[in-house]
T-cell receptor
Framework: AQKITQTQPGMFVQEKEAVTLDCTYD???????LFWYKQPSSGEMIFLIY??????QNATEGRYSLNFQKARKSANLVISASQLGDSAMYFC????????????FGKGTMLLVSP | ETGVTQSPTHLIKTRGQQVTLRCSSQ?????VSWYQQALGQGPQFIFQ???????GRGNFPPRFSGLQFPNYSSELNVNALELDDSALYLC?????????FGPGTRLTVL
């Protein structure tokens, strides 16, 4: 079974609108972390936001917020007021705290922001 | 503070050849992880080094090997290259649990 599932291969949004990118995960660990990264065409993975499994509040970083629903094992990324520069691939990733601290990534969602 | 750097940025090799990719970790970061990202896929974990020792390995064959040096920089070596090894190779360094990624090396195997 896949540990991270991103069901949206591509999403379109108009500039200034909000968009939600979906992510569900599968783990038996009680302690884990969830990450979202942005990857522009240049290739570098840019960290956006982090949510720990024990965090009670949803994480927010500027225009990014993470809608964390632990019982449903979902960690959706919400981007408010989309900008043209938000066009990129977005990856959800999980770090399970048992064992070494590596990341397991989903297949990504391509976001295109139109004027 | 210097971020994670990787060299070279692009590389073209032929099947059967060997390749070495390099990564300089962020200052003070003692852990380096390597990932392979095939076209249209998410990154896949290759292995991780902590203080010069391999600390974990993903589902990659032994022809993928690595090193970490005393200054925590790292190399990824791939022997007997195959066409499917064509990918973006990402290095990430960390001190605690958060990983910081380099810009990647794009390897093309012909």
């Amino acid at each position: 079974a896949q540990k991270i599932t991103q069901t949206q291969p591509g999403m379109f949004v108009q500039e200034k609108e909000a968009v939600t990118l979906d992510c569900t995960y599968d783990t038996s660990d009680q302690s884990y972390g969830l990450f979202w990264y942005k990857q522009p065409s240049s290739g570098e993975m840019i960290f956006l936001i982090y949510q720990g499994s024990y965090d009670e509040q949803n994480a927010t970083e500027g225009r990014y917020s993470l809608n964390f629903q632990k019982a449903r094992k979902s960690a959706n990324l919400v981007i408010s007021a989309s900008q043209l520069g938000d066009s990129a691939m977005y990856f959800c990733a999980m770090r399970e705290n048992s064992g070494y601290s590596t990341l397991t990534f989903g297949k990504g969602t391509m976001l295109l922001v139109s004027p | 503070e210097t971020g994670v750097t990787q060299s070279p940025t692009h590389l073209i090799k032929t099947r059967g050849q060997q390749v070495t990719l390099r990564c300089s970790s962020q200052s003070g970061h003692n852990t380096v992880s390597w990932y392979q990202q095939a076209l249209g896929q998410g990154p896949q974990f290759i292995f991780q080094y902590y203080r010069e020792e391999e600390n974990g390995r993903g589902n990659f064959p032994p022809r993928f090997s690595g090193l970490q040096f005393p200054n925590y920089s790292s190399e990824l070596n791939v022997n007997a290259l195959e066409l499917d090894d064509s990918a973006l190779y990402l290095c990430a360094s960390s001190l605690t649990k958060q990983q910081f990624f380099g810009p990647g090396t794009r390897l093309t195997v012909l």
